[in-house]
């Protein structure tokens, strides 16, 4: 089993910055990949962005350039730099450890952008 605690949401003006942190425990030796979805609302889960264990990340093509995913092996967490934030940002943020088996998931952090 895998826990997830997100944290870092808020409210924040277009074109400000948000970092959200994941921190994971249990049995992350399973974990291959820790990825950030979002959902607004109305709107299906979506990936925003991915980092494998080796270090390899992927985005979603609407964040591209604006978000970095980075990952912190010693302190088990995964982290989501969000600059230029726009209004269509706005969704709660989840993040998932994900397994060959298992995918894990965290309550989500909101993160609401103003115009």
């Known amino acids: 089993q895998v826990q997830l605690v997100e944290s870092g949401g808020g409210s924040v003006q277009a074109g400000g910055s948000l970092r959200l942190a994941c921190a994971a425990s249990g049995s992350m030796f399973s974990i291959d990949a820790m990825n950030w979805y979002r959902q607004a609302p109305g709107k299906q889960r979506e990936l925003v962005a991915a980092i494998t264990r080796g270090g390899s990340t992927n985005y979603a093509d609407s964040v591209k350039g604006r978000f970095t995913i980075s990952g912190d092996n010693a302190k088990n967490t995964v982290y989501l730099q969000m600059n230029s934030l726009k209004p269509e940002d706005t969704a709660v943020y989840f993040c998932?450890?994900?397994?060959?088996?298992?995918?894990?998931w965290g309550q989500g952090t909101q993160v609401t952008v103003s115009s």
């Open positions: 998932q450890a994900q397994s060959a088996y298992s995918g894990y």
